[in-house]
């Protein structure tokens, strides 16, 4: 069905849900999103017809499964979204809830993030072209995303009075709209005094913003923007094109060079430690491989210089 092909009823219900989960459920504005666009699909993909009843519920699961590849991650959100969008139909009285409640999500692998050595990301962040103003952007930006540890999104939502140069500071809004500190190393101040000195003002030209990372259009620098411009120099590189991998690459450093988990979790900015704690499994998942690497036969060896 067409993306314009809800009636006046569904669009109605739908922007009543979106306000729900905005304002009665808190959820942060990245997941509403998420949610009101997920659950726009499943209204346009039964139509205006009523079908709420589970067996509907699982072929279009099965359909975002089957025909628009939905991988086992992105399924279990769509059944987020559609459990929290019964629990509004049952408030309003429409639906019994446990059509909904009944919908498993796929089992979760022990997948642990991708991650990259220092060596890798140098590699990644030294290949980046600055020999203009957008090369310049992009090297201050990724280097304080892998120095920093950030969202894509806390990167957008840095302002030029959120930047604190003589402290190495900087001011970053994360999931809920949750504001924290963050520090940054050395190579990122370089690059970002570097790039506020000599490149910014090119860029903006006679335009004003107070975005900190700015596009050739004078605007925010999108999300979209910043990842494909990463893919573009991860497939270069050889390396992930998840820019989420400089994020997991700084807390996994960070714990192989000793720094505790609860300050981990502070400069991450996690609420719940539990999701921290993915990186020490990381961690203890990389001494292995090295251990196997570097000595794959350290067995024999002891036992045949035994005694």
Known sequence: ???????????????????????????????????????????????????????????????????????????????S????????????GNVSLENAALLESPAKHDRFPVVHGREEIDRLLSSIPTDSPLGIRNRALYELIYSAGLRISESVSINMGDLFMDKNLARVRGKGNRERLVLFGSHAEYWLKFYLAESRHIILGHRKSNALFVSKAGKRLSRKGIWKNYRALALKAGLSTKLHTLRHSFATELLAGGADLRSVQELLGHADIATTQIYTHIDQSRLRESHKKYLPNLKEWSIANDG
């Open 81 to 92: 979204a559609l459990r929290s969008f019964y629990r509004f139909l049952e408030d309003e």
């Open 1 to 79: 069905m067409s993306a314009n092909s809800l009636n006046a009823d569904n669009l109605s219900l739908l922007e009543r849900y979106y306000s729900r989960i905005i304002a009665l459920e808190r959820r942060a504005p990245l997941t509403a999103e998420t949610y009101k666009i997920e659950i726009r699909k499943f209204l346009e993909w039964h139509g205006n017809e009523n079908k709420t009843q589970l067996p509907d519920l699982a072929k279009y699961l099965s359909h975002r499964r089957n025909v628009d590849g939905l991988d086992s991650r992105s399924v279990a959100k769509a059944i």
